[in-house]
């Protein structure tokens, strides 16, 4: 394995130089011999391949472990209820954090801080970080034994710096798979290549360096008008909440940040939402309405359109239109990830992972999955749940307690829970939509389906609610702050436009 | 030029798609419309090279122009002095913020939040968002033609995305050099390479990433025991106030947060401090001995040793030792740049921009240094100050000063200034050093040189010194309220461990 190749580097640590300093002064002295206690013991332990290179099945004498795939909305939902005196709990994730999605677009435009949105799961779950036998790791799924209850994994790497990657396994006695979807792109060409996707803080991070880049190339001398029309033409493809409430912040942030603090392009900054069909289309009618006119009013440019390629400076419309573009962001839905498509397991429509009216898997032990990755399988008779953070929460927390009465009815180790009396069926009930529009208004729409009757609400009081509803969902008190603290300091001071 | 080739790309944007919707409904007849707006805007405007591709010589009925480059201690502290009402002000740097570089350690481990230790241009000196003709360019500065008094600059570019760099010029009236300096790595192979250093934010944001990537990695299943240890060694190589700084707060970090938050692996994470010489030079011997002891009791390893070579896993001091590490933090000191190198221009001992009694660069018109990349030529019998934001400050406000005064005197123009009398020549007049060495502890050396007798304190009381002295001289409101409410939130809630 490539890891042990690399190991095999630090075979030759000299400790050859203490001996010349015995008469050096003692602070020298006890670090020397510090450092030779380093080299001496490492050379004292041969290099040799660790035997047992991931964790096995637990033992008698141990908890029962709940290994979770992904630190999602529904992962990390899961994780939170369940009860670390009943189980341990490994976590396997390439981050090591839950990404707070609602309140991200506001990060984008320096609203908020990136670090507000990111909650690490050791403060979701303090026993990941204490309990000998919890654990994180930075590291993907490869793979699923479900027969032999391990799942196969490979460490995350990045940069020249980092070792090569190395695989390791880890048995369950439960296992949860909670993966979550990636973005869409139809197959549309160039997409991948040119377009930014918003769903963790890093795609903030790079729309914002790239926003703030343009914003200062275009002020160059020696600049084109056309080059600097399309550096700071802004285009999101896709109508959906999260390109609704993106478009807003940035239009916004022009009305209010860029014409103060950019005074020379501030007539050049434009910013144009792309949507096949209708925007917000789970809204209700006069909601729709109310967030065209009002996104319009912000100078936001609404156009009907289908995309059919992507290149690095233009985007190709199906009517044969050319749209120039510095900044491109694409949110134009989910789908199952590769890792989901290549399991060996049932399938629901749509090929996320089938689940029963429990959140099992069918025809395999002790094994559940929740939010984007899985869906009812047609058995069930129930419709696939929309992608939501909503949706995504409330398994995560209906299973924690399914799993905590498992493991009290003594159904906590690997196919024992047979006999447990599950209880109540998973059941959703759709809460409502929020989105927010841009400075101080948004959309609340309470009803629990499109076809149902109920209160919606749009403006100024839905803004409170929206702000008031997500800063209750925000898991710490520590992120709860900061999030209120980057509220009232935008609020006096502007957003933040440091390219750091 | 590879700027213009670039843009021909865009020739041929179509507008032809609009008769066809002459029947839609009014949003998307409106949106499509705005669509062939741009579009034949640009078509109309020929594509033809512009003509000017830079700031010319100012006309008689334009402010006289003060060229600044560089956005470091020095160049800020001049912006922010001088008056927009007198000068023009046109900033040339590679980032448009200026970095308060004695928080900077503190941001590494989570203490402070990066954002909280960078200060937008725009906020230090309004103008140059808001007046016509004053400007922010992201760019590198390439050559100076002292004679015809014009600055060649080149944009700032990065990743595949961004336009190829185009060069561009800009006529000065007064220009000031504060370029600044760069890392020292004494030719000491593998530095550049494997090493971090810490006078960026994006150097903390690596050693963050770094620290936060190895604590994760350590504690996967299948890693050895010495790969684990090394992983977790984190060394420092230079005990000047920023090694000794970043160490202390590197152990601080552990002993609070480590422990707590990465239980499985507090035991194998160390921290060393390799100096040649002696820790904290500049401070009064009675300090030293109290920062060596504190820095030993909260687990910090000093070693005195040469660093002799530098791979990507381990260190090679002159006297054999290998030293294996994790994370490398590079700060052993400062030396000019190569674009001091490169300009033909008077040169202080050590390479640096001389300059006179008046900051002014002998044998040439309307050119000033100020700051790390400065020193005073032979002939004015004044020693080289060392690199210290304390002394760019100094030279900034005092030339800040100086130009307005001559910019009163009516010498603001090029060439215009040889009959002003510019008054009192620049004095540096040492304050004293301040260090912190971790947890709330931290020496204060209020002597004028190492010589001279005074006050020096170390302990808590020195720690609060040492944060209300560094509060008071973040630039903005902004900055300061985020500051406090960083140490705060670290105090209550411990620091952030999101790995973003």
Same mark, same amino acid.
């Given at each position: #394995?490539?890891?042990?190749?690399?190991?095999?580097?630090?075979?030759?640590?000299?400790?050859?130089?203490?001996?010349?300093?015995?008469?050096?002064?003692?602070?020298?002295?006890?670090?020397?011999?510090?450092?030779?206690?380093?080299?001496?013991?490492?050379?004292?332990?041969?290099?040799?391949?660790?035997?047992?290179?991931?964790?096995?099945?637990?033992? %008698?004498?141990?908890?029962?472990?709940?290994?979770?795939?992904?630190?999602?909305?529904?992962?990390?939902?899961?994780?939170?209820?369940?009860? %670390?005196?009943?189980?341990?709990?490994?976590?396997?994730?390439?981050?090591?954090? #839950?990404?707070?999605?609602?309140?991200?677009?506001?990060?984008?435009?320096? =609203?908020?801080?990136?670090?507000?949105?990111?909650?690490?799961?050791?403060?979701?779950?303090?026993?990941?970080?204490?309990?000998?036998?919890?654990?994180?790791?930075?590291?993907?799924?490869?793979?699923?034994?479900?027969?032999?209850?391990?799942?196969?994994?490979?460490?995350?790497?990045?940069?020249?710096?980092?070792?090569?990657?190395?695989? /390791?396994?880890?048995?369950?006695?439960?296992?949860?798979?909670?993966?979550?979807?990636?973005?869409? =792109?139809?197959?549309?060409?160039?997409?991948?290549?040119?377009?930014?996707?918003?769903?963790?803080?890093?795609?903030?991070?790079?729309?914002?360096?790239?926003?703030?880049?343009?914003?200062?190339?275009?002020?160059?001398?020696?600049?084109?008008?056309?080059?600097?029309?399309?550096?700071?033409?802004?285009?999101?493809?896709?109508g959906g909440p999260?390109g609704v409430e /993106?478009s807003g912040?940035?239009?916004?942030?022009? #009305?209010?940040?860029?014409?103060?603090?950019?005074?020379?392009?501030?007539?050049?900054?434009?910013?144009?939402l792309?949507e096949?069909n209708e925007i917000l289309s789970s809204f209700d009618d006069r909601l729709r309405g109310y967030a065209t006119k009002q996104l319009t009013k912000s100078?936001v440019?609404l156009?009907?359109?289908?995309?059919?390629?992507?290149?690095?400076?233009?985007?190709?419309?199906?009517? $044969?239109?050319?749209?120039?573009? $510095?900044?491109?962001?694409?949110?134009?839905?989910?789908?199952?990830?590769?890792?989901?498509?290549?399991?060996?397991?049932?399938?629901?429509?749509?090929?996320?992972?089938?689940?029963?009216?429990?959140?099992?898997? %069918?025809?395999?032990?002790?094994?559940?999955?929740?939010?984007?990755?899985?869906?009812?399988?047609?058995?069930?008779?129930? %419709?696939?749940?929309?992608?939501?953070?909503?949706?995504?929460?409330?398994?995560?927390?209906?299973?924690?307690?399914?799993?905590?009465?498992?493991?009290?009815?003594?159904?906590?180790?690997?196919?024992?829970?047979?006999?447990?009396?599950?209880?109540?069926?998973?059941?959703?009930?759709h809460l409502g939509s929020m989105a927010t529009i841009g400075?101080f208004k948004a959309l609340v729409d309470l009803r629990e389906s499109k076809e149902a009757k109920g209160v919606s609400l749009a403006g100024f009081f839905s803004f409170f609610i929206w702000?008031?509803a997500?800063? =209750?969902?925000?898991?710490?008190?520590?992120?709860?702050?900061?999030?209120?603290?980057?509220?009232?300091?935008?609020?006096?001071?502007?957003?933040?436009?440091?390219?750091?």
């Open positions: #394995m490539a890891f042990f190749r690399n190991l095999s580097k630090f075979s030759a640590i000299k400790a050859s130089s203490t001996s010349r300093l015995r008469n050096a002064d003692p602070f020298v002295l006890s670090s020397f011999t510090w450092l030779s206690y380093l080299s001496t013991r490492i050379s004292d332990e041969k290099i040799e391949p660790v035997q047992c290179s991931g964790l096995g099945p637990t033992k %008698p004498h141990e908890k029962p472990r709940v290994v979770v795939l992904g630190s999602g909305w529904a992962g990390c939902r899961l994780m939170k209820g369940l009860d %670390p005196k009943l189980y341990d709990i490994v976590c396997v994730s390439p981050r090591n954090h #839950m990404v707070f999605t609602p309140l991200l677009a506001s990060t984008c435009v320096g =609203t908020l801080e990136f670090r507000s949105v990111a909650e690490p799961i050791g403060r979701i779950q303090p026993a990941i970080s204490t309990e000998p036998g919890s654990y994180f790791f930075l590291a993907n799924c490869t793979g699923i034994d479900a027969n032999k209850h391990v799942v196969h994994c490979e460490t995350v790497t990045e940069g020249i710096e980092t070792p090569e990657p190395w695989r /390791f396994s880890v048995s369950y006695d439960k296992l949860v798979i909670a993966l979550g979807s990636q973005p869409s =792109t139809f197959g549309i060409h160039g997409v991948k290549e040119h377009a930014i996707f918003l769903r963790e803080v890093y795609h903030a991070q790079e729309i914002r360096r790239r926003l703030l880049l343009n914003l200062m190339l275009s002020d160059v001398p020696g600049i084109t008008e056309e080059e600097k029309r399309r550096l700071l033409h802004c285009v999101v493809v896709g999260t /993106f912040e940035l239009s916004d942030f022009i #009305m209010r940040d860029v014409r103060q603090r950019y005074a020379h392009v501030k007539d050049y900054i434009h910013v144009t792309i096949a100078g440019r156009v009907r359109g289908i995309v059919k390629g992507v290149k690095a400076d233009k985007i190709l419309l199906d009517d $044969g239109t050319e749209v120039p573009y $510095g900044l491109l962001v694409w949110s134009t839905g989910v789908g199952p990830s590769p890792i989901i498509h290549s399991l060996d397991l049932p399938k629901a429509p749509g090929g996320r992972i089938g689940v029963d009216e429990w959140l099992r898997v %069918p025809s395999v032990q002790d094994v559940f999955s929740i939010g984007d990755c899985s869906g009812f399988v047609e058995s069930t008779g129930k %419709p696939t749940l929309p992608a939501l953070a909503q949706v995504a929460e409330r398994q995560g927390k209906y299973l924690a307690n399914l799993l905590n009465k498992i493991g009290n009815g003594g159904g906590g180790r690997a196919e024992c829970a047979k006999d447990i009396e599950l209880g109540e069926e998973f059941v959703y009930k400075r702000r008031s997500y800063l =209750t969902r925000v898991v710490s008190w520590r992120n709860r702050f900061y999030v209120v603290i980057n509220w009232v300091t935008t609020l006096v001071f502007g957003r933040d436009i440091s390219r750091i």
